[in-house]
Every structure is written in structure tokens, then in C-alpha cells.
């Protein structure tokens, strides 16, 4: 997610309270060092379609855990 500056805390954080799947783990790790869509789905063996979708996914599973920690800021969008 662009609009939040990762850094491990968050990461470990966001993927404990959301209990991330593999695939999603691997979107967003990707997404975190600001590799594109196109990268994503050539190294996860998936199509674009799919890690667009991952993506919207996280950004909600995002919204929901992001108020149970002070670890995760609000996004921006």
C-alpha cells in the first residue's frame, strides 16, 4: 500500500491480526518494497487480475485490523 510507509514492525503486525494466507503474505511483501503488479504476478506464478484482487482484499483487511493497534497508522486514501 503506497500510502503507508512499511517498515518489519508493521508487516509482522498487520500479518498477525489479519492472518494473511501465503499468497497474500507474498502480494504484500512485494507491494511493501513497491514492486509492480506485473512483477507480482510473474513471481507468484498468478495472473494480474488475481493480485489486483489480493490487493484490494488487503487494503480491507487492513481497515478492519487497523484499529485494534496503535502499531498501524490510518491510510491516507
Not at 507468484?44 to 485494534?68: F, N, P
Amino acid at each position: 500500500m503506497k500510502d503507508i510507509q512499511w517498515n518489519k514492525i508493521m508487516l509482522r503486525e498487520f500479518e498477525s491480526l489479519a492472518c494473511l494466507s501465503d499468497e497474500e503474505s507474498a502480494v504484500l511483501h512485494d507491494w511493501a518494497h513497491g514492486k509492480s503488479i506485473v512483477a507480482t504476478a510473474m513471481r507468484c506464478h498468478m495472473g494480474e487480475t488475481k493480485v489486483k484482487d489480493i490487493r484490494k482484499t488487503l487494503r480491507d483487511k487492513y481497515d478492519a485490523v487497523q484499529i485494534y493497534t496503535p502499531l498501524l497508522p490510518a491510510r491516507t486514501e
